[in-house]
């Protein structure tokens, strides 16, 4: 009822709107509650609900992980078929967290967005410590912390190159995390 509610009122007027990712943290060990299955077929009613609501504006979901399964070792087809249908409803596909050294990224939705030529529209999200190859995840990065931006490198290029031409996105969302966008992003997008 939500996204039919957003529909009626943003539809057309937004370029686009996009889903929370698809990593969460529960799972049947911590919830006895939990079907992996359940989670699945309800991420998938969600994207058809988002269709239905947006059907001029621009879609999307960020398919990064999914419960119970770990790529490629325990692939249960869960996050593939996330893809699949995203493909077969017109729903854009993509992910939070640029991060082209992780190989949990590059074994799940990186190589789910490389393989294959989409009809839809594929976008990845440079987040908060990305620009210096971390996630909130980590558990040594604090945002409010900035030593490490006395010593960093620009990976800006990096990312970009990396996204355009190995995950071939139309859409890259650049958070606007300081210092970083302003000394690294906005220089590099002005010499193009």
């Not at 006895?32 to 879609?59: C, P």
């Not at 990186?110 to 995840?137: C, F, K, S």
Request: hydrophobic share 35%.
């Amino acid at each position: 009822m939500l996204l039919e509610a957003l529909g009626k009122e943003f539809d057309g007027k937004i370029e686009g709107i996009n889903l929370q990712e698809t990593s969460i943290g529960v799972n049947a060990q911590s919830d006895s509650s939990f079907s992996d299955h359940e989670y699945l077929t309800g991420v998938k009613e969600n994207m058809l609900a988002l269709k239905k609501a947006f059907r001029i504006s621009t879609t999307m979901i960020y398919a990064n992980f999914m419960p119970g399964e770990w790529l490629p070792s325990d692939d249960k087809g869960y996050l593939r078929s996330i893809y699949q249908y995203g493909e077969k409803i017109g729903v854009g596909l993509g992910g939070p967290d640029l991060m082209v050294t992780r190989k949990a990224q590059l074994n799940h939705a990186y190589t789910l967005m490389h393989e294959r030529h989409y009809t839809v529209p594929i976008g990845i999200a440079v987040q908060d410590g990305n620009y210096i190859a971390m996630t909130g995840a980590d558990p040594n990065y604090s945002e409010n912390n900035r030593a490490e931006t006395k010593s960093r490198k620009n990976i800006v290029p990096l990312l970009y190159a990396f996204a355009k031409d190995f995950l071939r996105v139309r859409y890259m969302f650049w958070v606007n995390q300081e210092p970083y966008f302003k000394e690294d992003v906005i220089p590099c997008f002005t010499t193009e």
